[in-house]
């Protein structure tokens, strides 16, 4: 028994869900399923693995200070480089950021760079 409350003392407790203001409402969203985020000009839309996405007001500057673990890849973009399968390189000088099964989720140059250096590419 005082085992089993060790373990529980140092084991992180799962994050809260994340609230996110939607047309229908507000949708609770588990933080460690988001894969991706994109700023049509309008709307945000957060896209999880294994769910559909969610479109939401929230700005991706407000996303991104509630979500720490999603890297702004672009002005547009926000990503989570544990769903990344590979990186493609752009004629632009940019990447393309592929998630396992979804899209390609566009890396400015600036980025790239960074991401080069960091990942060793």
């Known amino acids: ?5 060790a ?15 939607t047309a229908r409402g507000v949708e609770l969203v588990a933080p ?4 991706h985020a994109s700023f049509d000009g309008l709307l945000v839309s957060i896209h999880r693995h294994g769910h559909e996405p969610v479109m939401s007001a929230m700005t991706l500057s407000e996303l991104h200070d509630r ?17 990344v399968a590979r990186f493609e390189s752009t004629p632009s000088g940019g990447f393309e950021a592929h998630l396992g099964d979804g899209p390609a989720v566009p890396v400015s140059r600036a980025m790239a760079r960074r991401l080069r250096r960091q990942l060793l590419l």
């Open 7 to 21: 373990i529980d003392r140092v084991r992180p407790s799962p994050p809260a869900p994340l609230a996110l203001p």
């Open 67 to 83: 979500l720490p673990h999603l890297k702004r890849v672009h002005r547009r973009h926000l990503l989570c480089l544990r769903y």
């Open 32 to 35: 460690d399923t988001v894969t």
């Open 1 to 5: 028994e005082r085992l089993r409350q």
